[in-house]
């Protein structure tokens, strides 16, 4: 009996071992999903973007690449294939060619979508004529009690000292204008707006964040 005792004490021994040997590894490295991230994540909806064996991933225009915290707004990368354009690009024919502009980014149509391009030559040389608008100008700051972000588009941004990335939408928040392609919505008849999930409701100083107005 003593030795059959003795074994057992061996085996329980070696399996709590090699747990934590399991558990030591796991913490040595850590493995994150494609769509997730620690502390900061990345919009609803989005696309994986490949450019070679560089990965990125878009939304409504906006371009993310994984950094040292999380997920931070990136350059639209040369090269870039997606398969439909961000809301309301123009579209502008230069020299026998197409072209579609969301901001500062250039996209000409491919077989499997539109791939951001070097802006043409005849929209550069008029914009050198002109003063140019800084980025920044694109986004709208939103203060909700001690927290500022950036709102664009029908997203909300935050700055970190790694760059910006984007944020949940904070209710409370009130913005100035609504996002281009906010829809409509009446409820016990009032009106509310919704786009991406994200609900406003007119408010004398602006669209104010509310959450889904069935939920309240």
Not at 3 to 23: K, M, Q, S
Not at 90 to 104: A, E, M, S, T, W
Request: aromatic share 14%; glycine share 8%; proline share 9%.
């Amino acid at each position: 009996m003593k030795t059959n005792a003795n074994l057992f004490r061996i085996l329980l021994a070696t399996a709590a071992g090699a747990a934590a040997l399991t558990l030591t590894d796991l913490r040595a490295e850590p493995r994150v999903d494609v769509g997730l991230s620690v502390g900061i994540p990345l919009p609803h909806g989005y696309l994986d973007v490949n450019v070679g064996r560089d990965h990125f991933y878009m939304h409504r225009g906006i371009y993310y690449r994984r950094g040292p915290h999380g997920y931070m707004v990136v350059p639209a990368p040369r090269g870039a294939i997606i398969r439909v354009l961000p809301p309301h690009c123009p579209r502008y024919y230069v020299n026998g060619v197409f072209y579609y502009r969301y901001g500062d980014v250039f996209y000409q149509e491919v077989p499997n979508g539109y791939v951001v391009c070097e802006p043409p030559v005849t929209v550069v040389q008029q914009a050198a004529t002109a003063v140019p608008t800084p980025p920044a100008q694109q986004y709208q700051s939103v203060w909700v009690g001690q927290t500022e972000y950036l709102f664009k588009d029908g997203q909300f941004f935050t700055k970190t000292p790694d760059g910006l990335v984007w944020s949940e939408a904070p209710l409370g928040a009130v913005t100035k204008v609504l996002p281009s392609d906010a829809t409509s919505i009446w409820y016990e008849e009032n009106e509310y707006f919704e786009c991406d999930g994200v609900y406003f409701h007119k408010t004398p100083d602006g669209y104010k964040v509310v959450t889904a107005p069935w939920k309240k």
